[in-house]
């Protein structure tokens, strides 16, 4: 349902609400390596986030990108909308073009309640909340 791309930039935004501040920013090779992405590749992806303010950076010597209070109350679905758009999320599962409420693939009815959820889930958790789930163990992100 997550594109890599998706999965990558929220591993990322996760590192960077646990790793930074305004006053401690983090490079994109300090990012790359603990979330084992790519530094160009996770370098495109922060720069998209960035122009939606979804994170915050600063292009000067001991520059870098980093989380304020305001990006941290962004949700996890602002992050996947950014990188892939909504549609990903909310196409058929078969990829058939024209299928809908109307005119529903053979899977449709059977997920639609459960992407409605997901979607809902996503629109509802926070960076923030997300960060915090890793910092009390409720969740893992390997950093």
Do not use: W
Request: with cysteine.
């Amino acid at each position: 349902m997550l594109s890599k791309s998706s999965k990558y930039a929220i591993k990322a935004v996760t590192f960077l609400a646990l790793n930074s501040s305004k006053e401690k920013k983090v490079m994109v090779k300090d990012i790359a390596e603990p979330i084992n992405v790519p530094q160009a590749y996770i370098a495109k992806l922060l720069q998209d986030l960035v122009r939606f303010n979804i994170v915050s950076s600063v292009r000067v010597p001991k520059g870098g990108f980093y989380l304020d209070d305001k990006n941290k109350e962004q949700s996890v679905f602002s992050i996947i909308n950014v990188i892939d758009g909504e549609k990903k999320l909310s196409t058929c599962m078969l990829s058939l073009g024209s299928c809908n409420e109307t005119k529903p693939c053979p899977l449709h009815n059977i997920l639609s309640a459960s992407r409605d959820e997901i979607l809902k889930n996503l629109k509802d958790k926070t960076i923030k909340e997300l960060s915090l789930d890793v910092k009390s163990g409720n969740s893992f992100l390997p950093l």
